[in-house]
């Protein structure tokens, strides 16, 4: 179809507004205007205003719409509404009578923003405050949680149910606000406003709302008529309304609309939609972003054929990939503009509700009022909740925010809403389950607004039975999804739809959760009724579940596949929520009570579930009684972990005793269920975990070990394991102990162990059986423990709430000291996910700081005591930590008894006092018996060492209990139930014999119960004490007398003879060792000579340094010369040692792992490339520029440059090759890459074979400088300017007479650099002779200078020649760092090799100058704090920078150095940088370098070494340095200093430098200084901003000769003006070193430079000295950073982005995985927003703070990242990645320090290879679309 334009919609006359009001104001009069008029009105308007449009080269469809669209369509109804009053002014003045103060909100979250609750004083957890009511609220000072909306959601300030205090703003809190609440919910009339409205005004505005809700109803819900007739037998009527467009003309003009879904990724959909559409990547990806921005997008326009099959290729590409299709449809053009002008209208209406409370009752009068159309028995607003699952997001988005305004808003609006929405509940949840968007834009999410309410929960549950409403929808959807077996849900689903629908069903278990957050402060029949008639379902629901997914122990083979039990896990677990709050429920009334109890028992007793448990009973005997238990054997019949009904009464059964009930009440009777038949699910559940750790399942597989595993978690524990406790506690009430005793023993399969004649089974004890059995006893033991021993459960035990949580924490806390955020997540969470930890963990811990700035909780001493190592909720490995943790605890307080002794519990209460009985009955007499007489028997296998310690546990508990009781009597409080356990005991010989008989055991597992043992014996005596009323103090651990004085003489005796033997010992080995090295050298006699004879050579120093007076000068006569010693160094690989000699051929060659990389680290000023056209060639960002001339040394802004940086570890060359080769074979024959992997060999990128330190290349190492001879010159007038003008002479006469041998090439020397490879150049363009600049200097002076320059840069004095080997190294070292710095290869006109070079030495400054950086901390000096890896780095680097050029030919050298010079003495060439854009320092290390190879020939190493014309050369560098200070110098008044003391010698030095000031100021025309600034205080900050420049060349000319370190430069603060001068033989005073003649000339010359005045005016040039950069200030206050980020723009839209991510080094805010913004780059690969900024910002690398989540990530070049830990830390000294604990967060300015200390020196990428190769890394990310 042919292009359309703008230029075909026709305008429709301004004045035409004014006409449609008129006639709508006549049919008003008239009684015949309806809302059928207006959408008439607009049905014909719309097509003339709104067209769809193609672009003429992408083909994308958009709707185009005319400019005065709102004057035409909108404006005629708003002036309807005003004509009302008679104009605005007066509708508006109508409207203000009846508003009041606004106390409510009502902000309605968009998806990602930033939400806070108060976690004081919020009702529930989905109370939430705004980001700015938040900032203007008293809860900004509470416990506040910050989390993150899904959408959706709205304020809730102003909702007094929603908050317990507080409930306003200050913005929203008028004068009596809960006076107007109150009246507010009171009120029957919800439409009060309305009435005290004019009267012609409210039926004006019912009549447009209603009019344009029914207009955007219908429109938005047209769908798909599949149009298959030709265009022109269409019948209008059939696009919308009958009659109201009987003139339209239908054209062939259809678009194709593309729907989303929540299944689909990105790049199927963007795939499908390129081949079915025939559109670019890009433009694909646009539509791709606008279907999951909007919902929909049109992705074709054209006629119906071709849009046909558009949607037929498209269908078949995504059935193919993921055999779902995606949801199209055809629609005609004219339907796609009446869509898009509904969705106006809804924003119009939208912006009308939130001004006016009128206006707000009368939108939700139409709503709740006006039916569809005339003939529909639906109302609006129950259409528009039918209809929202056929709505598209952006639609479904404008519906919900316009309820959220009106309906919402108001109390009495959002009961009327509540009840239509309780009425189409099951219609809702229906849809939702069949629905393909998240829950956020289902009308599903509106639940919560309502259901969270309390009062309204309670009127819905009294008055409209909405959780029967709720549960009945459920359970026929579970029941209809999951199948039923045998009265069993089976979980039998036929494909992933029908399990994606269920697990979309459970979220219905949420909205019960609300409704039953909050329980009834009063109750009455009809909420009693209609709560136990929801009851009913709910157990209906449990009676199905109640032994689910049952299995059977697999004997003979394993299991074929795992059970699938996710899902019927998931479903127990949501629903045990709902147990938890529906008991508490019934137990707040007696009938509820009861009546929910005798449901329980009745759904117990039905068929299936009674069956279960019934069957034939046998008897079984132990210990001389006898009790019934029914045949059932669980190792041999089906068994399920699934029995909510049984967990249900047994929570229930807390409840009966506040009101005296118990389970065998008359009001309870209502079944023949025994309680035993009650109890026994849960027993079997206990003896099933028994047998899974004696690992009789382990054939079955993993499944049922999770499942238990998940019953014990902490979200679980509370609804499962402990009910099944509570459960066998309240059947120990019910029943004898005997007999419980005894039918737990059957169930465990240990009826016959507990036989004395089974200790005469002889068996081995390898053998399965006997493993089994011992596992069996200790697990049934410890079971007893836990009933017996567990009472800190409110209703069990005398405790609170409180108590409970204290008791959780101490037992936890026993394990090890914890951090807040591990205490936190062992403890069981409310239904709001609270703990209340920090309500007790003050009571009882001390919160301690460590070393690495996380702070853990530390039991209190006093609360240790309060141990039990049997804890219930221990697992077996928490369990062995926790007893060995308190051992050693024990040990170092030298502890009475070194042992964990069973704690004093909490007295049962009087329901669950019979419990104790089970202590001293027959039968647990004999099992402690048989325990301990086996123990002592050595012909028995029938032991273990738990068994004895959980016995002696409970003989503690027993004397515990009769102890306590013994002291309640003396008090006058006699027990009822009194405990004679001792007495029983000794009848039986447990006590005290058979523990006693424990003392003389031979067995190697009595010994580490022994303290236990002593305790026990120790406890019986005070027992027995209290018990024959002896006269004696009890105490709860009695003193063990103290040993005679004989034993302790004969036990020191007995020490020192074995410290006496040790040493003897001692002296004997080493005497042995001796004389084995003895033999050895003996031996090897020759190779020791050797040894020692290297030793005594490199200890030998230079005689003449011994005689060196004063401190080390790197210049002059005083230039020291030191002959060093040899170095040895080890190979990491091969484990060689190797001498270190450049010179030898033999020499094999040692290089260290190196990482060369791109940084802008030091960058002084960061620009975007995306705000640069020349970046951006044909949609494509270039991110490897062309380099200018100026790359031949480094510019002023320190990069982007190369950057060296070494982990310091070395091998042989040929070691590290075979190493690299097998990293490289290792990575490309792995079937499946890594993608976590840090480095990327395929860019040679490698882990150091020692401390896993990305590395990228080898750089090899030399000796130190010692074959440097004091070639210098003595002269004493060095230092003059006269001296310094003639070096400066002779470097411009070279100059000259190269521009003049060049000819045409003078005006760039670097057209020298098109010559191409080796010698292959013209024979007239040969390199520049010596003789010829020698023969132009006439001055005597000159001349002998240039001798002695031309003598040293000459070849007659020896030199070695690198061996080729070596050679090579440096040449594939010198490669990396051309290819990191991004130079284009594909450039003909430049020559390789003189870049190379360049690129070389701007990394060695550039390294220089971060070491530089890095030693400005106070404490640090200049020389004396660098590591050795940092010397050795910097050591190699320098001398490899040295020694690259010794192969080069002088016709590649010259033009470079030429080209350098060029910068000092040629003024006018525009073409060339100006001092301004160079660095000083990078510009004197490329001078140093080419300085000695000018007129040198190839292959010769030539070494820089600080001759007379290299001093030159510095002074003129310090020179052009002081000039670019003086250039960008600024004043301001309050930088006027105070009036202090100066002395004569800075004022004058100030003077003069004052006058070059002037000078140079006054060429450039630059402001002049102030006239208070004085002399000396400008000398005074030249020597302070020159400081920085003098420590680099410190630091450069040190490492490069290789001189000692002079000690003023070691010591902190030492590195001052003066001490750097002496140093580098630099004059200290301003004459000799600023302010000659030649200094003014000089100045002079730069200054007049043509590209001067432009640099100064452009914003890139940065004035001042160089100061070290920072990662970007952040607020102290997370909130205030999160906030600052709500209102941050997406780049490619006006939209908010959903989550930005900050970059830490410029600030700027990016899309976090935003395929919005994708960027190409010119390799043509797309990249994420936040990769493509590390390009443009950091040269590849990048740190960023993803701030909703605070979540810190480093992006990095190859598409490679991590996340690091985030700077923001809690209370705790904790990070909350992703906010998930939402605590209050302040910036940790120790580890933004740390971070931005790696950042600096260039150690992040390092630091973060190691945190993926040290350990899994579990998280894998798509970084390259980040």
Same mark, same amino acid.
Request: charged share 25%.
């Given at each position: 179809?042919e292009?359309?334009s703008?230029?075909e919609v026709?305008?429709?006359?301004?004045?035409?507004?004014?006409?449609?009001?008129?006639?709508?104001?006549?049919?008003y009069?008239?009684?015949?205007?309806?809302?059928?008029e207006?959408?008439?009105?607009?049905?014909?308007?719309?097509p003339?205003l709104f067209?769809?449009v193609?672009?003429?080269q992408?083909?994308?469809?958009?709707?185009e719409?005319?400019?005065?669209?709102?004057?035409v369509?909108?404006?005629?109804?708003?002036?309807?509404?005003?004509?009302?009053c008679?104009?605005?002014? /007066?509708?508006?003045?109508?409207?203000?009578k009846?508003?009041?103060?606004?106390?409510?909100?009502?902000?309605v979250?968009?998806?990602?923003?930033?939400?806070?609750t108060?976690r004081?004083?919020?009702?529930?957890?989905?109370?939430?405050? !705004?980001?700015?009511?938040?900032?203007?609220?008293?809860?900004?000072?509470?416990?506040?949680?910050?989390t993150s909306?899904?959408g959706?959601?709205c304020?809730?300030c102003?909702?007094?149910e929603a908050?317990?205090?507080?409930p306003?703003?200050?913005e929203?809190k008028?004068g009596?606000?809960e006076?107007?609440?109150?009246?507010?919910?009171t009120?029957?009339?919800?439409?009060?406003?309305?009435?005290?409205?004019?009267?012609?005004?409210?039926?004006?505005?019912?009549?447009?709302?209603?009019?344009?809700?029914?207009?955007?109803?219908?429109?938005?819900?047209y769908?798909?008529q599949?149009i298959?007739?030709?265009v022109?037998?269409?019948?209008?009527?059939i696009?919308l309304?009958?009659g109201a467009?009987?003139?339209?003309?239908?054209?062939?003009s259809?678009?194709?609309?593309?729907?989303?879904?929540?299944v /689909?990724?990105?790049?199927?959909?963007?795939?499908a939609?390129?081949?079915?559409?025939?559109?670019?990547?890009?433009v694909?990806?646009?539509?791709?972003?606008?279907?999951?921005n909007m919902?929909r997008?049109?992705i074709?326009y054209?006629?119906?054929?071709?849009?046909?099959?558009s949607?037929?290729r498209?269908? +078949?590409?995504?059935?193919?990939?993921?055999?779902?299709?995606?949801k199209?449809?055809?629609?005609?053009?004219?339907i796609i503009c009446?869509?898009?002008?509904?969705?106006?209208?809804?924003?119009?209406?939208?912006?009308w509700?939130?001004?006016?409370?009128?206006?707000?009752?009368?939108l939700?009068?139409?709503?709740?009022?006006r039916?569809?159309?005339?003939?529909s028995?639906?109302?609006?607003?129950?259409?528009v909740i039918?209809?929202?699952?056929?709505?598209?997001?952006?639609?479904?988005?404008q519906?919900?925010?316009?309820?959220?305004h009106?309906?919402?808003?108001?109390?009495?609006?959002?009961?009327?809403?509540?009840?239509?929405?309780?009425?189409?509940?099951?219609?809702?949840?229906?849809?939702?389950?069949?629905?393909d968007?998240?829950?956020?834009y289902?009308?599903?999410?509106?639940?919560?607004?309502?259901?969270?309410?309390?009062s309204?929960?309670?009127?819905?549950?009294e008055?409209?039975?909405?959780i029967?409403?709720?549960?009945?929808s459920?359970y026929e959807?579970?029941?209809?999804?999951?199948?039923i077996?045998?009265?069993?849900?089976?979980?039998?689903?036929?494909?992933?739809m +029908?399990?994606?629908r269920?697990?979309?069903?459970?979220?219905?278990?949420?909205?019960?959760?609300?409704?039953?957050?909050?329980?009834p402060?009063?109750?009455?029949s009809?909420?009693?009724?209609n709560?136990?008639?929801g009851?009913?379902?709910?157990?209906?629901l449990?009676?199905h579940?109640?032994?689910?997914?049952?299995f059977?122990?697999?004997?003979?083979?394993?299991?074929?596949?795992?059970?699938?039990? +996710?899902?019927?896990?998931?479903?127990?677990?949501?629903?045990?929520?709902?147990?938890?709050?529906?008991?508490?429920?019934?137990?707040?009334?007696?009938?509820?009570?009861?009546?929910?109890?005798?449901?329980?028992?009745?759904k117990?007793?039905?068929?299936?579930?009674?069956?279960s448990?019934?069957?034939?009973?046998?008897d079984?005997t132990?210990a001389?009684?006898t009790?019934?238990?029914?045949?059932?054997?669980?190792?041999?019949?089906?068994?399920?972990?699934?029995?909510?009904?049984?967990?249900?009464?047994?929570?229930?059964c807390?409840?009966?005793p506040?009101?005296?009930l118990?389970?065998?009440?008359d009001e309870?009777?209502?079944?023949?269920?025994?309680?035993?038949?009650?109890?026994?699910?849960?027993?079997?559940?206990?003896a099933?975990?028994a047998?899974?750790?004696?690992?009789m399942?382990?054939?079955?597989?993993?499944s049922?070990?999770?499942?238990?595993?998940m019953?014990?978690?902490?979200?679980?524990?509370?609804?499962?394991?402990?009910?099944?406790?509570?459960?066998?506690?309240?059947?120990?009430?019910?029943?004898?102990?005997?007999?419980?005793?005894?039918t737990?023993?059957?169930?465990?399969?240990?009826?016959?162990?507990?036989?004395?004649?089974?200790?005469?089974?002889q068996r081995?004890?390898?053998?399965?059986?006997?493993?089994?059995?011992?596992?069996?006893?200790?697990e049934?033991?410890?079971?007893?423990?836990?009933?017996?021993?567990?009472?800190f459960?409110?209703?069990?035990?005398?405790?609170?709430a409180q108590?409970?949580?204290?008791h959780?924490?101490?037992?936890?806390?026993c394990?090890?000291?914890?951090? /807040?955020?591990?205490?936190?997540?062992?403890?069981?969470?409310?239904?709001?996910?609270?703990?209340h930890?920090e309500?007790?963990?003050?009571?009882?811990?001390?919160?301690?700081d460590q070393?690495q700035?996380?702070?853990?909780?530390e039991?209190?001493?006093?609360?240790?005591?309060?141990?039990?190592?049997?804890?219930?909720?221990?697992?077996?490995?928490?369990?062995?930590?926790?007893?060995?943790?308190?051992?050693?605890?024990?040990?170092?307080?030298?502890?009475?008894f070194? !042992?964990?002794?069973?704690p004093?519990?909490?007295?049962?209460?009087?329901?669950?006092?019979?419990?104790?009985?089970?202590?001293?009955?027959?039968?647990m007499l004999?099992?402690?018996?048989?325990?301990?007489?086996?123990?002592?028997n050595?012909?028995?296998?029938?032991?273990?060492?738990?068994?004895?310690?959980?016995?002696?546990?409970?003989?503690?508990y027993?004397?515990?209990?009769?102890?306590?009781?013994m002291?309640?009597?003396?008090?006058?409080?006699?027990?009822?139930?009194?405990i004679?356990?001792?007495?029983?005991?000794?009848?039986r010989q447990?006590?005290?014999?058979?523990?006693e008989?424990?003392?003389k055991?031979?067995?190697?597992?009595?010994?580490?119960?022994?303290p236990?043992?002593?305790?026990?014996?120790?406890?019986?005596?005070d027992v027995?004490?209290l018990?024959?009323?002896?006269v004696?103090?009890?105490?709860s651990?009695?003193p063990?007398?103290?040993?005679?004085?004989?034993d302790?003489?004969?036990?020191?005796?007995?020490?020192?003879?074995?410290a006496e033997?040790v040493?003897?010992?001692?002296?004997?080995?080493?005497?042995?060792?001796?004389?084995q090295?003895?033999?050895f050298?003996?031996?090897?006699?020759?190779?020791?000579?050797?040894?020692?004879?290297?030793m005594?050579?490199?200890?030998?120093?230079?005689?003449s340094?011994?005689?060196?007076?004063?401190d080390?000068?790197?210049f002059?006569?005083?230039?020291?010369?030191?002959?060093k010693?040899k170095?040895?160094?080890?190979?990491?690989?091969?484990?060689?040692?190797?001498?270190i000699?450049?010179?030898?051929?033999?020499y094999?060659?040692?290089?260290?792992?190196?990482?060369?990389?791109?940084?802008?680290?030091?960058?002084?000023?960061?620009?975007s490339?995306m705000?640069?056209?020349?970046?951006?060639?044909?949609?494509?960002?270039?991110?490897t520029?062309?380099?200018s001339?100026?790359?031949?040394?480094?510019?002023?802004n320190?990069?982007p440059?190369?950057?060296?940086?070494?982990?310091?570890?070395?091998?042989?060359?040929?070691?590290?090759?075979?190493?690299?080769?097998?990293?490289?074979?290792?990575?490309?024959?792995?079937?499946?890459?890594?993608?976590?992997s840090f480095?990327?060999?395929?860019?040679?990128?490698?882990?150091?074979?020692?401390?896993?330190?990305?590395?990228?290349?080898?750089?090899?190492?030399?000796?130190?400088?010692?074959?440097?001879?004091?070639?210098?010159?003595?002269q004493?007038s060095?230092?003059?300017?006269?001296?310094?003008?003639?070096?400066?002479?002779?470097?411009?006469?070279?100059?000259q007479?190269?521009?003049?041998?060049?000819?045409?090439?003078?005006?760039?020397?670097?057209?020298?650099?098109?010559?191409g490879?080796?010698?292959n150049?013209?024979?007239?363009?040969?390199?520049?002779?010596?003789?010829?600049?020698?023969?132009?200097v006439?001055?005597?002076?000159l001349?002998?200078?240039?001798?002695?320059?031309?003598s040293?840069?000459?070849?007659?004095?020896?030199?070695?020649?690198?061996?080729?080997?070596?050679?090579?190294?440096?040449d594939?070292?010198?490669?990396?760092?051309?290819?990191?710095?991004?130079?284009?290869?594909?450039?003909?006109?430049w020559?390789?090799?003189a870049?190379r070079?360049?690129?070389?030495?701007q990394?060695?400054?550039y390294?220089?100058?971060?070491?530089?950086?890095?030693?400005?901390?106070?404490?640090?000096?200049?020389?004396g704090?660098?590591?050795?890896r940092?010397?050795?780095?910097?050591?190699?680097?320098?001398?490899t920078?040295?020694?690259?050029?010794q192969?080069l030919?002088?016709?590649?050298?010259?033009?470079?150095?030429?080209?350098?010079?060029?910068?000092?003495?040629?003024g006018?060439?525009k073409?060339?940088?100006?001092?301004?854009?160079?660095?000083?320092?990078?510009?004197l290390?490329?001078?140093?370098?080419?300085?000695?190879?000018?007129?040198s020939?190839r292959?010769?190493v030539k070494?820089?070494?600080?001759?007379?014309e290299?001093?030159?050369l510095l002074?003129?560098?310090?020179?052009?340095?002081?000039?670019?200070?003086?250039?960008?110098?600024e004043?301001?008044?309050?930088?006027?200093?105070m009036?202090?003391?100066?002395?004569?010698?800075?004022?004058?030095?100030?003077?003069?430098?004052?006058k070059?000031?002037?000078?140079?100021?006054?060429?450039?025309?630059?402001?002049?200084?102030?006239?208070?600034?004085?002399?000396?205080?400008?000398?005074?900050?030249?020597?302070?901003?020159?400081t920085?420049?003098?420590?680099? !060349?410190?630091?450069f000319?040190?490492y490069?000769?290789?001189i000692p370190?002079?000690?003023a430069?070691?010591?902190?603060?030492?590195?001052?003006?003066?001490?750097? !001068?002496?140093?580098?033989?630099?004059?200290g005073?301003?004459?000799?070193?600023l302010?000659?003649?030649?200094?003014?000339k000089?100045?002079?010359?730069?200054?007049?430079?043509?590209?001067?005045?432009?640099?100064?005016?452009?914003?890139?040039?940065?004035r001042?000295?160089?100061?070290?950069?920072?990662l970007v200030?952040l607020?102290?206050?997370f909130?205030d950073?999160i906030?600052s980020?709500?209102?941050?723009?997406?780049?490619?839209?006006?939209?908010?982005?959903?989550?930005?991510?900050?970059?830490?080094?410029?600030?700027?805010f990016?899309?976090?995985?935003?395929y919005?913004c994708?960027?190409?780059?010119e390799?043509g690969?797309?990249?994420g927003?936040?990769?493509?900024?590390?390009?443009?910002?950091?040269?590849?690398i990048?740190?960023?703070?993803?701030?909703?989540?605070?979540?810190?990530?480093?992006?990095?070049?190859?598409q490679?990242?991590?996340y690091i830990t985030?700077?923001?830390?809690?209370?705790?000294?904790e990070?909350? +990645?992703?906010?998930?604990?939402?605590?209050?967060?302040?910036?940790?300015?120790?580890?933004?320090k740390?971070?931005?200390?790696?950042?600096?020196?260039?150690?992040?990428c390092?630091?973060?290879?190691k945190?993926?190769?040290?350990?899994?890394?579990?998280?894998?990310t798509?970084?390259?679309?980040l």
């Amino acid at each position: 179809m042919e292009d359309t334009s703008s230029s075909e919609v026709k305008m429709i006359p301004f004045k035409y507004p004014e006409v449609a009001t008129k006639l709508f104001e006549e049919k008003y009069r008239k009684n015949e205007l309806t809302s059928l008029e207006f959408r008439a009105f607009w049905h014909g308007h719309v097509p003339k205003l709104f067209k769809v449009v193609t672009h003429p080269q992408t083909k994308v469809p958009k709707i185009e719409t005319q400019p005065n669209y709102r004057d035409v369509l909108i404006r005629p109804i708003e002036d309807f509404i005003y004509n009302a009053c008679g104009s605005k002014e /007066h509708t508006l003045k109508e409207l203000s009578k009846v508003e009041s103060t606004v106390t409510s909100c009502g902000h309605v979250f968009r998806n990602g923003e930033s939400t806070y609750t108060c976690r004081d004083c919020a009702m529930d957890s989905t109370c939430v405050l !705004c980001v700015l009511c938040f900032q203007k609220s008293t809860h900004k000072h509470h416990r506040y949680k910050i989390t993150s909306s899904s959408g959706g959601g709205c304020c809730d300030c102003g909702d007094v149910e929603a908050w317990k205090s507080d409930p306003w703003c200050s913005e929203h809190k008028g004068g009596d606000e809960e006076t107007d609440v109150q009246a507010s919910q009171t009120q029957e009339n919800e439409f009060s406003a309305l009435e005290e409205l004019n009267l012609d005004l409210a039926e004006r505005m019912k009549l447009i709302f209603e009019s344009v809700t029914r207009y955007a109803f219908t429109c938005l819900s047209y769908v798909d008529q599949n149009i298959e007739t030709p265009v022109d037998r269409v019948d209008p009527t059939i696009l919308l309304l009958p009659g109201a467009n009987s003139h339209l003309q239908v054209k062939d003009s259809y678009c194709l609309a593309l729907y989303n879904d929540e299944v /689909h990724t990105y790049e199927a959909v963007s795939t499908a939609i390129t081949r079915a559409v025939g559109c670019t990547a890009n433009v694909s990806m646009d539509h791709t972003l606008k279907v999951d921005n909007m919902g929909r997008a049109i992705i074709r326009y054209g006629n119906y054929e071709a849009c046909s099959e558009s949607k037929k290729r498209m269908r +078949e590409q995504l059935l193919r990939n993921m055999s779902i299709p995606l949801k199209t449809e055809i629609l005609h053009e004219y339907i796609i503009c009446l869509q898009f002008f509904a969705l106006e209208l809804l924003q119009w209406l939208e912006n009308w509700v939130k001004e006016s409370k009128a206006v707000r009752q009368a939108l939700s009068f139409v709503l709740l009022e006006r039916t569809i159309e005339d003939s529909s028995p639906y109302t609006i607003l129950e259409g528009v909740i039918r209809q929202d699952p056929k709505l598209w997001k952006s639609a479904r988005s404008q519906w919900n925010k316009l309820l959220f305004h009106s309906l919402l808003f108001d109390y009495n609006l959002k009961k009327r809403f509540s009840e239509v929405l309780t009425r189409n509940y099951k219609f809702i949840l229906s849809e939702f389950m069949n629905d393909d968007h998240d829950l956020s834009y289902s009308v599903a999410s509106l639940a919560v607004q309502v259901f969270t309410v309390p009062s309204l929960a309670v009127y819905l549950i009294e008055h409209h039975d909405v959780i029967f409403s709720i549960l009945n929808s459920f359970y026929e959807h579970c029941i209809a999804l999951c199948g039923i077996s045998g009265e069993r849900l089976a979980f039998t689903f036929t494909n992933n739809m +029908e399990v994606k629908r269920f697990k979309r069903a459970m979220y219905v278990l949420w909205d019960l959760r609300y409704l039953l957050t909050f329980k009834p402060k009063a109750w009455n029949s009809a909420l009693k009724q209609n709560f136990l008639h929801g009851f009913s379902i709910f157990l209906k629901l449990l009676y199905h579940m109640q032994g689910m997914l049952s299995f059977t122990r697999l004997v003979h083979q394993h299991a074929e596949y795992e059970q699938e039990w +996710e899902l019927a896990f998931q479903l127990h677990s949501k629903v045990s929520s709902v147990v938890a709050l529906a008991h508490e429920w019934c137990g707040e009334d007696k009938l509820v009570l009861i009546k929910a109890v005798r449901a329980t028992l009745k759904k117990l007793n039905e068929v299936s579930v009674k069956d279960s448990v019934s069957g034939p009973r046998k008897d079984l005997t132990v210990a001389n009684c006898t009790a019934k238990c029914l045949d059932y054997d669980i190792s041999k019949q089906s068994v399920s972990i699934h029995i909510p009904l049984t967990r249900l009464l047994a929570a229930l059964c807390l409840h009966l005793p506040k009101y005296n009930l118990n389970f065998e009440s008359d009001e309870l009777m209502c079944t023949e269920l025994t309680i035993e038949q009650v109890m026994e699910p849960a027993l079997r559940q206990m003896a099933l975990r028994a047998q899974v750790q004696a690992r009789m399942w382990r054939r079955n597989g993993l499944s049922l070990p999770h499942q238990l595993m998940m019953c014990s978690s902490s979200k679980c524990r509370g609804e499962m394991l402990d009910c099944d406790v509570i459960m066998l506690q309240t059947a120990l009430t019910l029943m004898k102990p005997n007999e419980f005793l005894i039918t737990m023993l059957c169930r465990f399969n240990l009826t016959n162990w507990v036989q004395p004649s089974y200790i005469h089974e002889q068996r081995s004890p390898e053998d399965d059986s006997i493993r089994e059995k011992n596992t069996l006893v200790e697990e049934l033991l410890y079971t007893l423990l836990c009933v017996v021993g567990e009472r800190f459960k409110v209703g069990v035990g005398e405790v609170t709430a409180q108590d409970c949580l204290c008791h959780e924490v101490v037992q936890q806390l026993c394990i090890k000291p914890m951090s /807040h955020s591990e205490l936190n997540d062992q403890l069981p969470r409310d239904v709001n996910y609270e703990t209340h930890l920090e309500s007790v963990v003050d009571l009882v811990a001390d919160l301690k700081d460590q070393a690495q700035g996380k702070k853990v909780y530390e039991l209190k001493t006093e609360r240790r005591d309060e141990f039990n190592l049997f804890f219930y909720h221990f697992t077996r490995e928490d369990l062995s930590i926790a007893e060995e943790y308190q051992r050693t605890l024990r040990k170092k307080e030298s502890a009475q008894f070194n !042992c964990s002794p069973p704690p004093l519990p909490p007295m049962f209460t009087n329901a669950y006092s019979k419990v104790l009985d089970v202590l001293e009955c027959e039968v647990m007499l004999a099992l402690m018996e048989a325990v301990l007489t086996r123990m002592m028997n050595l012909m028995t296998p029938c032991f273990s060492e738990l068994q004895l310690q959980e016995t002696l546990f409970l003989i503690g508990y027993a004397l515990l209990e009769e102890e306590r009781q013994m002291k309640m009597a003396q008090t006058g409080v006699p027990p009822d139930r009194p405990i004679k356990f001792s007495t029983r005991a000794e009848a039986r010989q447990i006590l005290p014999y058979h523990v006693e008989q424990l003392l003389k055991g031979r067995r190697n597992e009595v010994e580490e119960q022994l303290p236990l043992v002593n305790w026990v014996l120790a406890k019986y005596k005070d027992v027995v004490k209290l018990r024959d009323r002896k006269v004696e103090e009890p105490s709860s651990s009695a003193p063990v007398p103290e040993a005679p004085a004989e034993d302790e003489e004969a036990a020191q005796k007995a020490k020192k003879a074995r410290a006496e033997l040790v040493a003897q010992r001692r002296a004997g080995v080493l005497q042995k060792i001796q004389a084995q090295m003895y033999s050895f050298m003996q031996e090897n006699a020759d190779e020791m000579a050797s040894v020692d004879e290297d030793m005594q050579e490199e200890s030998v120093i230079n005689p003449s340094s011994a005689s060196m007076v004063g401190d080390p000068v790197a210049f002059g006569p005083d230039y020291w010369t030191v002959k060093k010693e040899k170095r040895r160094v080890i190979c990491i690989l091969c484990q060689e040692t190797e001498l270190i000699s450049s010179s030898s051929r033999d020499y094999k060659p040692v290089v260290m792992a190196a990482l060369v990389q791109q940084s802008t680290v030091l960058s002084r000023h960061r620009s975007s490339v995306m705000d640069d056209p020349a970046m951006n060639v044909d949609g494509k960002i270039q991110t490897t520029p062309c380099k200018s001339v100026a790359n031949l040394c480094l510019t002023s802004n320190l990069g982007p440059a190369p950057h060296v940086s070494s982990c310091g570890h070395t091998m042989h060359k040929s070691c590290f090759d075979n190493f690299f080769e097998s990293v490289r074979r290792k990575e490309e024959q792995r079937a499946v890459r890594r993608d976590n992997s840090f480095y990327d060999v395929r860019h040679k990128e490698y882990p150091c074979p020692l401390c896993n330190s990305l590395s990228n290349c080898a750089m090899p190492i030399f000796e130190d400088n010692s074959d440097i001879e004091d070639r210098c010159a003595r002269q004493e007038s060095i230092n003059t300017h006269e001296n310094l003008a003639e070096w400066s002479a002779i470097y411009e006469n070279i100059y000259q007479e190269a521009v003049k041998h060049w000819g045409s090439f003078a005006e760039n020397p670097l057209s020298r650099l098109n010559i191409g490879e080796g010698d292959n150049f013209p024979p007239d363009m040969g390199p520049l002779e010596r003789k010829d600049c020698e023969a132009t200097v006439e001055e005597s002076s000159l001349k002998k200078k240039m001798a002695s320059f031309m003598s040293h840069n000459s070849d007659k004095k020896k030199r070695f020649k690198l061996p080729t080997h070596l050679k090579d190294c440096m040449d594939a070292f010198t490669e990396v760092v051309f290819n990191a710095a991004k130079m284009k290869k594909d450039r003909t006109d430049w020559n390789i090799y003189a870049y190379r070079l360049a690129y070389l030495w701007q990394a060695s400054a550039y390294t220089i100058h971060s070491l530089e950086w890095q030693q400005r901390d106070p404490e640090k000096s200049l020389l004396g704090n660098f590591t050795e890896r940092q010397e050795e780095t910097i050591r190699a680097l320098l001398l490899t920078s040295a020694m690259e050029p010794q192969d080069l030919h002088p016709s590649i050298i010259q033009p470079v150095a030429v080209s350098l010079l060029h910068t000092f003495y040629q003024g006018d060439d525009k073409n060339h940088p100006c001092i301004l854009e160079v660095d000083q320092f990078g510009f004197l290390v490329s001078l140093i370098f080419t300085n000695s190879y000018i007129f040198s020939k190839r292959n010769k190493v030539k070494i820089p070494t600080c001759f007379e014309e290299d001093l030159a050369l510095l002074r003129m560098a310090l020179l052009a340095h002081v000039v670019t200070l003086m250039l960008g110098m600024e004043w301001q008044e309050e930088e006027m200093p105070m009036e202090v003391e100066e002395s004569p010698a800075d004022v004058e030095e100030g003077k003069l430098a004052m006058k070059l000031l002037y000078a140079v100021r006054s060429i450039t025309n630059l402001p002049l200084p102030p006239e208070w600034l004085s002399p000396a205080s400008l000398w005074h900050r030249i020597t302070r901003e020159c400081t920085p420049f003098l420590r680099c !060349c410190a630091i450069f000319f040190k490492y490069l000769t290789g001189i000692p370190d002079p000690p003023a430069l070691t010591q902190s603060g030492g590195d001052t003006f003066q001490e750097l !001068c002496r140093f580098l033989a630099l004059p200290g005073n301003c004459l000799e070193l600023l302010a000659s003649d030649f200094h003014l000339k000089m100045a002079t010359r730069w200054c007049q430079h043509p590209r001067i005045k432009a640099t100064l005016e452009s914003p890139k040039f940065v004035r001042g000295p160089i100061r070290v950069n920072q990662l970007v200030p952040l607020p102290m206050d997370f909130t205030d950073l999160i906030n600052s980020v709500s209102s941050v723009k997406c780049r490619s839209s006006d939209e908010n982005a959903a989550n930005p991510s900050m970059c830490l080094v410029c600030g700027r805010f990016v899309c976090f995985h935003g395929y919005c913004c994708a960027v190409k780059l010119e390799d043509g690969q797309n990249v994420g927003p936040s990769m493509f900024h590390a390009y443009e910002c950091g040269a590849g690398i990048g740190l960023f703070l993803k701030v909703r989540e605070c979540e810190a990530f480093v992006l990095r070049h190859h598409q490679r990242g991590v996340y690091i830990t985030p700077p923001y830390v809690d209370k705790y000294g904790e990070t909350d +990645e992703g906010l998930r604990r939402g605590n209050p967060l302040t910036l940790n300015t120790k580890s933004y320090k740390e971070m931005h200390k790696l950042w600096l020196s260039h150690t992040l990428c390092q630091s973060t290879c190691k945190i993926l190769e040290d350990g899994f890394y579990p998280v894998l990310t798509n970084w390259q679309l980040l």
